[in-house]
């Protein structure tokens, strides 16, 4: 039976909650099991009630499983590429921690964590690593061209960093307040600056209203600092830092804006660097709808 041909109209609300999850995982090619399920779900659930839940979607042949995953009908296909992505981010994540200690190791650099697919050991083995990278108040654009000497230094050893997404750490409170922004936060793997993350946990509380069952907290991380850092910051910290700080921000901040064009996507401020030129999100969406469309179960 393909998508096409099924519908979801018998469910129950909490069975189309779940559904729309795996539905959000089948964007991605990422199968889900209970566990991950759950985490993700708008609503508060135990791990019994999605399991049972998980069972009549399944008798109804909506969803199929290959233990311990499940996937839209149809689409068993992806157990496998969940398990050799797997293996692929494995091996990526060490990398990406490597080239993370070292960007948290550069003055005026406070937390440094990976995002996107990597984050989710989601990873194909040659895809670019993703970090979100919280600095000083006043250093955002010092820090990311310092940043940039690890990226090109990744780059003649055949791997691909994207620091894409630099926060002030006056800036922690995220302005997009969705599911979407939840699940990215949530499921970022810290490299270092630990207190920074909790901090900027607390200041987006919010999350948990839209995805309960998720628990917050620190995983392991390098709590990093050098003799580079400190001095870097000894040196630019005054009136030289200030206006290398506005030069940077002036043109290369303006440069990004030029090539961002309609981009909602996108914010190049003193405090933000947010460079997701992909457009991620928009194409998120669309594609979750036109699933759901497909489904029957659209809202």
Request: aromatic fraction near 6%; hydrophobic fraction near 45%; proline fraction near 3%.
């Amino acid at each position: 039976m393909t998508l096409e041909t099924q519908g979801t109209a018998a469910l129950s609300a909490s069975q189309r909650a779940i559904f729309r999850v795996v539905a959000y995982g089948d964007v991605f090619d990422f199968p889900m099991t209970p566990e991950e399920i759950q985490r993700a779900l708008p609503v508060q659930a135990s791990l019994s009630d999605v399991a049972a839940a998980l069972t009549d979607c399944t008798r109804s042949g909506l969803l199929s499983t290959a233990e311990p995953y499940y996937v839209l009908a149809g689409r068993e296909a992806l157990v496998a590429t969940r398990d050799r992505r797997a293996i692929a981010s494995s091996s990526l994540m060490r990398r990406a921690d490597r080239y993370g200690s070292l960007i948290a190791r550069l003055p005026f650099v406070r937390m440094v964590a990976v995002t996107g697919s990597l984050a989710a050991a989601n990873a194909e083995a040659d895809d670019d690593i993703d970090y979100l990278i919280v600095t000083a108040k006043g250093r955002l654009w010092l820090a990311r061209g310092l940043t940039i000497f690890v990226v090109r230094l990744a780059k003649l050893r055949g791997l691909t960093l994207c620091p894409n997404y630099m926060l002030s750490e006056t800036a922690l409170a995220l302005d997009e307040r969705d599911a979407y922004t939840a699940r990215e936060l949530a499921q970022m793997r810290l490299v270092s600056g630990r207190d920074v993350y909790l901090r900027m946990l607390a200041e987006n509380g919010w999350c948990t209203e839209l995805i309960p069952n998720w628990t917050p907290g620190a995983n392991d991380a390098v709590e990093a600092g050098s003799i580079v850092a400190r001095l870097g910051e000894w040196l630019l910290g005054g009136r030289l830092g200030d206006a290398l700080e506005r030069l940077l921000l002036r043109r290369k901040g303006g440069e990004l804006r030029d090539r961002a064009g309609g981009n909602r996507e996108v914010l190049f401020s003193e405090d933000v660097c947010k460079g997701h030129f992909e457009a991620h999100r928009a194409r998120l969406e669309v594609a979750l709808a036109q699933r759901m469309q497909r489904l029957g179960a659209e809202e």
